[in-house]
Protein backbone atom coordinates (compact mmCIF):
# COMPACT_ATOMS: atom_id res chain seq x y z
CA UNK A 1 0.00 0.00 0.00
CA UNK A 2 1.58 3.79 -1.13
CA UNK A 3 0.93 6.24 1.38
CA UNK A 4 0.81 10.13 0.70
CA UNK A 5 0.89 12.77 2.98
CA UNK A 6 1.10 16.49 2.60
CA UNK A 7 2.16 18.95 4.85
CA UNK A 8 3.21 23.07 4.41
CA UNK A 9 -0.33 24.33 4.01
CA UNK A 10 -1.68 27.34 6.11
CA UNK A 11 -3.17 30.22 6.47
CA UNK A 12 -1.38 33.60 4.61
CA UNK A 13 -1.79 37.11 2.91
CA UNK A 14 -1.81 37.95 -0.52
CA UNK A 15 0.95 38.20 -2.14
CA UNK A 16 3.18 35.28 -0.02
CA UNK A 17 4.64 32.46 -0.52
CA UNK A 18 3.73 28.80 0.54
CA UNK A 19 5.77 25.60 -0.08
CA UNK A 20 3.86 22.42 0.33
CA UNK A 21 5.09 19.02 0.65
CA UNK A 22 4.05 15.77 -0.06
CA UNK A 23 6.18 12.48 1.23
CA UNK A 24 5.12 8.82 -0.12
CA UNK A 25 5.84 5.46 1.32
CA UNK A 26 7.27 3.14 -0.43
CA UNK A 27 10.90 2.18 -2.30
CA UNK A 28 9.17 2.33 -5.42
CA UNK A 29 8.52 6.69 -5.72
CA UNK A 30 11.27 7.03 -8.19
CA UNK A 31 9.24 5.48 -10.86
CA UNK A 32 6.17 7.36 -9.98
CA UNK A 33 4.80 10.29 -12.24
CA UNK A 34 3.59 12.88 -9.32
CA UNK A 35 0.92 15.41 -9.71
CA UNK A 36 -0.89 18.03 -7.02
CA UNK A 37 -4.51 19.10 -7.79
CA UNK A 38 -7.02 21.28 -5.54
CA UNK A 39 -10.14 21.27 -4.72
CA UNK A 40 -12.24 24.83 -3.73
CA UNK A 41 -15.16 24.58 -1.92
CA UNK A 42 -18.03 23.85 -4.27
CA UNK A 43 -15.91 23.41 -7.12
CA UNK A 44 -14.32 20.32 -8.39
CA UNK A 45 -11.35 18.92 -7.88
CA UNK A 46 -8.54 20.59 -10.36
CA UNK A 47 -5.56 19.84 -11.83
CA UNK A 48 -2.41 22.35 -11.20
CA UNK A 49 1.16 20.90 -11.58
CA UNK A 50 2.52 17.29 -12.48
CA UNK A 51 5.93 16.32 -12.92
CA UNK A 52 7.64 12.93 -14.70
CA UNK A 53 9.18 10.32 -12.57
CA UNK A 54 12.93 11.49 -13.50
CA UNK A 55 11.78 15.43 -13.13
CA UNK A 56 12.64 15.96 -16.71
CA UNK A 57 9.16 17.07 -17.91
CA UNK A 58 6.36 19.41 -15.96
CA UNK A 59 3.15 20.98 -16.52
CA UNK A 60 1.32 23.64 -15.08
CA UNK A 61 -2.26 24.52 -15.32
CA UNK A 62 -2.43 28.28 -16.96
CA UNK A 63 -3.92 29.17 -13.62
CA UNK A 64 -0.35 29.17 -11.63
CA UNK A 65 2.23 28.92 -14.73
CA UNK A 66 4.79 31.91 -13.42
CA UNK A 67 4.04 31.69 -10.04
CA UNK A 68 4.00 27.88 -8.97
CA UNK A 69 7.27 25.15 -9.15
CA UNK A 70 6.79 21.71 -8.65
CA UNK A 71 9.74 19.38 -7.81
CA UNK A 72 10.58 16.28 -6.78
CA UNK A 73 13.63 14.92 -4.41
CA UNK A 74 13.67 11.07 -5.01
CA UNK A 75 16.31 10.82 -2.34
CA UNK A 76 13.68 11.87 0.21
CA UNK A 77 10.06 10.36 -1.64
CA UNK A 78 9.02 13.50 -1.76
CA UNK A 79 7.34 16.06 -3.75
CA UNK A 80 7.11 19.57 -3.36
CA UNK A 81 5.17 22.38 -5.33
CA UNK A 82 6.35 25.77 -4.36
CA UNK A 83 3.78 28.54 -4.49
CA UNK A 84 4.87 32.32 -4.60
CA UNK A 85 2.48 35.52 -5.35
CA UNK A 86 -0.79 33.79 -4.05
CA UNK A 87 -3.97 35.26 -4.56
CA UNK A 88 -7.31 34.55 -2.76
CA UNK A 89 -8.47 32.10 -6.00
CA UNK A 90 -5.65 30.03 -4.56
CA UNK A 91 -7.31 28.86 -1.47
CA UNK A 92 -8.10 25.20 -1.59
CA UNK A 93 -7.45 22.02 -0.45
CA UNK A 94 -4.34 21.27 -2.11
CA UNK A 95 -3.81 17.18 -2.82
CA UNK A 96 -0.99 15.18 -4.18
CA UNK A 97 -1.25 12.22 -6.25
CA UNK A 98 0.77 9.33 -7.29
CA UNK A 99 0.95 7.14 -10.32
CA UNK A 100 3.24 4.55 -11.47
CA UNK A 101 4.38 5.05 -15.69
CA UNK A 102 6.52 3.26 -17.92
CA UNK A 103 7.42 6.08 -19.50
CA UNK A 104 10.17 8.24 -17.56
CA UNK A 105 9.15 11.62 -19.35
CA UNK A 106 5.27 11.59 -19.48
CA UNK A 107 3.29 13.26 -17.12
CA UNK A 108 -0.46 13.72 -16.31
CA UNK A 109 -3.05 15.89 -15.81
CA UNK A 110 -6.56 14.62 -15.49
CA UNK A 111 -7.69 12.90 -12.06
CA UNK A 112 -8.51 9.30 -13.00
CA UNK A 113 -5.02 8.79 -14.41
CA UNK A 114 -3.86 8.71 -10.69
CA UNK A 115 -3.58 5.53 -8.59
CA UNK A 116 -2.71 7.17 -5.33
CA UNK A 117 -3.82 10.42 -3.07
CA UNK A 118 -3.22 12.14 0.00
CA UNK A 119 -5.67 13.64 2.10
CA UNK A 120 -4.74 17.07 1.43
CA UNK A 121 -3.79 20.42 2.90
CA UNK A 122 -5.48 23.62 3.11
CA UNK A 123 -4.21 26.69 1.90
CA UNK A 124 -6.18 29.64 2.80
CA UNK A 125 -5.33 32.98 1.37
CA UNK A 126 -6.59 36.14 2.36
CA UNK A 127 -6.87 39.40 0.81
Known amino acids: QVHLVESGGGLVQAGDSLRLSCVTS????????MGWFRQAPGKEREFVAAIAESSSSTYYSDSVKGRFTISRDNAKNTVYLQMNSLTPDDTAVYSCAGRRTPFASSVYLLVGEYEYWGQGTQVTVSS
Open 26 to 33: GRTFSTYA
